[in-house]
């Protein structure tokens, strides 16, 4: 077994606090790495505070894990001593299934999340990049090419994967498509910077009139609308191929689904409160459209993603902190007051305590 040191959260007060725990072998077919850096996500939060009452503690918390490799299987081709590596949010799968075998383990049935979330997850307990090493299987990791930034790369693991998927899926990935997104966050910013480098049209879609000018001077969205300006919501209406809406508390779907075109896809990214299910309204679908959602990607799909973000210089807006403020990073990250992704220097702060 390999020792290893993170921080974790022990009861749903969610506070974070030094945690000794180990790492299996590595074995013929793993790698192991030295974690440089490791994104916030609000998964993260949700987990360690127990919102949809289902955690498994002691819990380290992290799938936006960037590092380099420092130990390699006999079996392994993918990665060599030295190599920058990434892992997201899943770290195995069944391998046997259609989705599986398709390149979609995301949609495994029996997916392996990179730390455990459920009680009933699993019988190994598995922690995630909130630590200074990790033990993953070749296949699970993506290769992070030399041209782009280590920090601002984290997200893309998870937020950077969850919004390019439903683009290159859905069709929305060329010039002429036009893209609604909703909500400014995390996922919101990088689903604007993906859409514009497909070439696409892209229209934030936002309660707060204040991110007006974040999101035209500072992103370049082509248009910004106030959804709670019914005029601004009216002039928009059938104007849509697509809209990423990944804001997860409850909010009105009908205005949304209105503003599609014929053939258009609303498609649901935010984590929906497992309480207080959506209501949704069955009369705009009879336009031809759909209501869908979408979740991270696959593995093979994850490493375009990163080498497209590399290409073409997408990388995650980001505020580095050192581990020792990670409480107060996950109290702001409640508030929303992050602009737009918290990533914990593991590398320089965590060995240093």
């Known amino acids: 077994m390999q020792r290893a040191f993170g921080y974790a959260a ?15 072998p590595n074995g013929d077919r793993d790698i192991t790495m030295k974690i440089l850096y490791c994104g916030i996500c609000h998964t993260d939060l949700d987990v360690i505070k127990n919102k949809h009452g289902i955690s498994s503690y002691p819990i380290v918390p992290g799938h936006e894990i960037v590092g380099v490799v420092t130990q390699t299987g006999r079996k392994v081709n993918k990665f060599k001593v030295g190599d920058k590596a990434g892992v997201g949010c899943l770290i195995g799968s069944c391998r046997e299934c259609d989705n599986c075998h398709a390149g979609l383990e995301n949609y495994c049935p029996k997916p392996v999340y990179t730390y455990t979330i459920f009680e009933s997850d699993g019988d190994t307990k598995r922690h995630g990049g909130y630590s200074d090493i990790l033990v993953v299987e070749e296949h699970f990791a993506v290769r992070i090419p ?15 994967i969850t919004v390019y998927s439903p683009i290159r899926h859905f069709g929305l990935d060329r010039p002429g498509k036009r893209i609604g997104v909703v909500g400014l966050g995390g996922l919101g910013h990088l689903a604007v910077k993906f859409g514009k480098a497909f070439g696409a049209g892209v229209t934030v879609i936002s309660s707060s009139e ?4 974040e999101a035209i001077e500072e992103l ?3 248009s910004f609308i106030a959804s709670h300006d019914m005029n601004q919501m009216q002039a928009a209406i059938g104007t849509m191929d697509g809209i990423i809406d ?7 779907l009908k205005p949304l689904l209105d503003l599609l075109r014929t053939d258009g896809k609303l498609i649901m990214l935010g984590a929906p409160d497992l309480e207080k299910p959506a209501q949704v309204p069955l009369f705009p679908l009879f336009g031809r459209k759909s209501l869908v ?5 696959g593995i093979k799909e994850t490493q375009e993603m990163m080498d497209f973000a590399a290409e073409h210089n997408i990388t995650s807006n980001v505020e580095v902190i050192a581990m020792d403020y990670v409480n107060e990073a996950m109290d702001r990250l409640a508030r929303g007051d992050v602009r737009y992704r918290f990533v914990i220097d593991i590398a320089n702060t965590l060995t240093n305590l």
């Open 10 to 24: 022990r009861d749903p007060s969610g506070a974070l606090s030094p945690f000794s725990f180990t790492r299996r």
């Open 246 to 252: 990944t804001v997860a508390a409850a909010h009105p």
């Open 210 to 213: 204040r991110k007006r000018q």
């Open 146 to 160: 030399d041209a782009i930034s280590l920090t601002g790369c984290a997200p893309l693991l998870c937020a950077g």
């Open 293 to 297: 959602g979408s979740m991270c990607g």
């Open 220 to 222: 370049k969205a082509d």
